[in-house]
């Protein structure tokens, strides 16, 4: 079945230092989606990109979706205690009616 | 603008009970999805109703069920609780007819906890 990767499982970072999590889907997407979740509470959509080759920001956080769009990164720059808990991608089925979850990137960050 | 509202917020139940979940969407929202939550599985997609048509089906038992009502508010059910179905219950609306085409808004989500 469709599947939606991503790696690493975890990070520990150091603040200030840089983190990426990457993600993989085994079709083709029509959009990939990115969803932060603190530690103890619920997932966050933080954004939507939908255009092959597609660069988006929002202050520190740079998210990219492949040319064949079946990859996507989010970039966090000089991370922050702030940044800490798990980041998840997420694509839609083939039909569109449900949205699949990769298994999420669990940041920590060391003040 | 309220967000997604899902009750109760933590629940204990007995192997062999059952138990319903409700999820209010946020205004407007025609689309609700729920998805189970544990630490070894994440997001597992369950099903997902629009105009209280369920128009997709996670790969979960028939234990489960749902339902929508005419003001798009949920409810989950799952009978002859297991050991296994402990978990974050989340529930998440839209409001784009496809709803992977847009964001999710996810509600604070109903911890069971069976023993």
Redesign the interface.
Known sequence: GQQVMQIPQYQHVQEGEDFTTYCNSSTTLSNIQWYKQRPGGHPVFLIQLVKSGEVKKQKRLTFQFGEAKKNSSLHITATQTTDVGTYFCAGPNTGGFKTIFGAGTRLFVKA | KAGVTQTPRYLIKTRGQQVTLSCSPISGHRSV?W?QQTPGQ??Q?LF?Y?SETQ??K?NFPGRFSGRQFSNSRSEMNVSTLELGDSALY?C?SSSIV????????????TRLTVV
């Open positions: 999805s998805y994440g997001l997609f997902e629009f128009r997709n996670g989340l998440a496809r709803t992977s085409l847009g964001g999710y808004t996810f509600g604070s989500g």
